[in-house]
């Protein structure tokens, strides 16, 4: 936009220094809640005059937060690194050969996306029930794989389709390479913005996830954060404060990866809500 | 060597040529197969056999269950409940559509100004995005919280009764809708710079020459030009709105009564814990038609308007 007179310029940085105030509040609060000792009623809004540290180590310990990390991590890497595997691959296949089976497939993959997974709930829990998968690790990962496939399926065949050269393809072709072979030394590497782009949102959001998690991962041995923190709060509402300390050791992994990756994640996130 | 190249190239695409014809038929559908047995599985399969559940009255667990025809549809459709679980599911749906376009592009606007604490800025109000919407629920239950909590520790300073905000359906559902705007405003904020910063200089440029307002300019090309970003953000916002969970069961759990339960929470808490599998099935098939004519509607309304505009 055109030239600020200083003045403006000086109020909108305060006008702006303001609101990141206000959404820095409930940081703020969750930062002294979880600093104060149990039966320290003074304000929230003032830091505590001493320091101690018990609140994390009870969380940590009480809430299971150690095996919940394993977990969590366990789920969101593996999911992350099947959605890229066959995410890619099938959006190559479908991309590349507009064959009449594979209009309708792609069609059928992208048509995915209007069922609010949600909604199928009762069935869903029920075939989990039926085929012995309950409360495993690999229940959680082919759920995630399965709700985040068309999306980046999506992704991928609309980054193939406007930026990989076919005539690459072709040429490596030529040298004998199978499709395959053609697809993973030529294509894939290529792929490397988008990928980080379906990385980026599936990780978000699988480590994050609550409303699957809580119905497939119930057992204690399995729970991921968001489930041990949930159990947690139940158990511990009238302790907000080891409740606070739980809730910002689950969050500060992925807080610390956005700080550093900032540029990427807000990108990567912005990119893919707006093509999905 | 300008020359052998074309001359290579020209063979080239008469090999490929010849190539894709042979290869024509293949679909290569090995290449999906994996992908498309797992969303056939957990997505397509559990959908259909959602619907078959929704006219029965299987109670979850047990082996045999009747088929009660349209029983269960009858009954959602004269229980009190389903239309106050409805009304919230639009009011979180719709209240927050509304709040994030409005906040989202406030800030945007206000960034779009080259000022020094721009990035910081950008990341503080997205920070949120980043952490599960549970844990951003918890969070803001320590600000509301009636005992306890960041809000009456200031209404006690000033030497008032506390308020337990989130007990009172009166005020809870906003709350909720409050937080959830908290949470994803950076995304809309995010999409309205790239839509802003998309916008030809030139256009203010020869509005300023005629002498245009700041208001006629934003009302006549700001809006207009943004209308792409517009439609996007609406749509996110009203399908993250309306399939809100996560939040709700941090706040309020649904509370008091089922005052601030939406859909989703309502079907969860059929299913687990009134074990109406039949029912939480029926009321399922109702959550995705409103999410898919909702959201529709949405989307045809202002593509239209982005045509027009």
């Not at chain 1, 994390?56 to 095996?67: M, S, T």
């Not at chain 2, 090999?15 to 290869?23: L, P």
């Not at chain 2, 376009?101 to 949120?128: C, D, M, Q, S, W």
Request: proline share 4%; glycine share 6%; hydrophobic share 50%.
């Amino acid at each position: 936009m055109g030239q600020l007179s200083s003045r403006t310029k000086w109020l909108l940085t305060a006008l702006a220094l303001l609101i990141t105030a206000f959404h820095l509040i409930p940081f703020y609060i969750l930062i002294t809640t979880s600093l104060k000792k149990t039966g320290d009623f003074t304000s929230k809004w003032s830091f505590p005059d001493y320091f101690d540290t018990e609140n994390f180590a009870l969380a940590w310990e009480h809430a299971n937060l150690g095996n919940a990390f394993v977990n969590t991590a366990i789920i969101t890497i593996l999911s992350a690194v099947l959605l890229i595997f066959f995410g890619s691959m099938s959006a190559y296949a479908l991309a590349r050969r507009t064959t009449k089976l594979n209009k309708y497939m792609y069609f059928l993959f992208v048509g995915v996306m209007v069922i609010p997974p949600l909604t199928a709930l009762v069935p869903l829990y029920r075939l989990v029930v039926d085929i012995g998968l309950m409360n495993t690790h690999l229940v959680a990962i082919l759920n995630n794989v399965a709700a985040f496939m068309p999306l980046t399926i999506f992704l991928y065949a609309g980054f193939i389709r406007s930026t990989i050269p076919k005539e690459l393809e072709e040429a490596a072709k030529l040298d004998g390479a199978s499709t395959l072979g053609v697809f993973f030394k030529v294509v894939f590497p290529l792929l490397k913005p988008i990928t980080a782009t379906v990385l980026i949102i599936s990780s978000v959001y699988i480590w994050n996830d609550y409303q699957f998690a809580i119905f497939f991962l119930q057992d204690s041995s399995v729970q991921t954060l968001t489930v041990a923190l949930a159990g947690f709060f139940g158990q511990n509402v009238s302790q907000l404060n080891l409740v606070a300390a739980a809730a910002l050791m689950a969050s500060l992994p992925m807080v610390i990866v956005f700080l550093f990756l900032q540029r990427f994640f807000i990108e990567g996130l912005a990119a893919g809500s707006v093509k999905g | 060597m300008a020359v052998v190249l074309t001359k290579a190239s020209k063979k080239m695409k008469t090999t490929s040529r010849k190539m894709k014809k042979t290869r024509r038929e293949s679909s290569l559908w090995w290449m999906y197969l994996p992908s498309a047995l797992i969303v056939c599985l957990f997505i397509i399969y559990p959908f259909l056999d959602g619907i078959r559940i929704s006219f029965t009255n299987w109670n979850g667990f047990s082996q045999t269950y009747d088929y009660v025809g349209l029983d269960q549809y009858k009954r959602m459709f004269a229980d009190p409940d389903t239309w106050l679980v409805v009304k919230n599911t639009l009011l979180f749906g719709i209240g927050s559509t509304i709040l994030q376009n409005i906040v989202g592009l406030g800030y945007a606007l206000l960034l779009n100004h080259n000022l020094k604490v721009r990035t910081f800025t950008r990341t503080i109000i997205f920070l949120p995005v980043i952490i599960s919407p549970l844990i951003m629920g918890y969070i803001w239950y320590f600000f509301f919280a009636f005992q306890g909590g960041a809000l009456n520790d200031i209404i006690m300073f000033f030497g008032k009764e506390p308020i337990n905000a989130l007990g009172n359906p009166a005020v809870n559902p906003y709350i909720i809708v409050f937080v959830n705007t908290f949470q994803f405003v950076g995304i809309a904020m995010i999409i309205y710079l790239a839509g802003l910063q998309s916008i030809s200089k030139d256009y203010f440029e020869a509005a300023d020459i005629d002498g245009a307002t700041g208001w006629q300019k934003f009302k006549n090309i700001t809006i207009p030009l943004l209308m792409p970003s517009i439609t996007i953000n609406i749509v996110l916002n009203i399908i993250g709105g309306l399939k809100l969970f996560d939040v709700i069961v941090a706040l309020t759990n649904g509370g008091p009564g089922n005052a601030s339960q939406s859909m989703s929470t309502f079907m969860y808490n059929l299913y687990f814990s009134r074990q109406d599998a039949g029912y939480a099935a029926t009321q399922g098939i109702l959550m995705a038609l409103i999410i898919l004519v909702i959201s529709m509607a949405a989307l045809f309304y202002f593509k239209r308007k982005e045509v027009e505009a």
